[in-house]
């Protein structure tokens, strides 16, 4: 499905990570889960800043939105592109 949702982020990709630009500058992230595992990560290199959560929760990308947005301001993630809905949109 085509969507011009993330156009404001130049949402793409670059082998193996997501590339998005943002207030931030540019930003790469990098996502996974397994059964019983799940992580993400993402960079911000002109800010000097990261976050990488890891959880052996099934559930947990549910909160990684709310999390980023608390511990470094990340509201810049594309969570509904992810398929990464917040628990409190559910």
């Known amino acids: 499905m085509q969507t011009n ?3 404001s982020i130049a949402l793409s990709y670059g082998l193996g ?3 998005l630009k943002t ?3 540019e930003g790469c992230f990098k996502e996974g889960h397994g059964e019983g ?3 993400y990560s993402i960079l911000f290199p002109e800010k000097h ?3 990488l959560l890891m959880s ?3 559930n947990a990308e549910s ?3 709310e999390v980023l947005q ?3 301001g990340d509201s810049f993630t594309p969570w509904f592109w992810e398929d990464y809905i917040p628990y409190n949109m559910k």
Request: proline share 4%; aromatic share 16%.
């Open 37 to 39: 595992f799940q992580h």
């Open 49 to 51: 800043m990261g976050i």
């Open 56 to 58: 052996n929760s099934d």
């Open 70 to 72: 608390l511990s470094i």
């Open 63 to 65: 909160i990684f939105k």
């Open 5 to 7: 949702e993330n156009d």
């Open 17 to 19: 990570w997501g590339l």
């Open 23 to 25: 207030p931030y500058g």
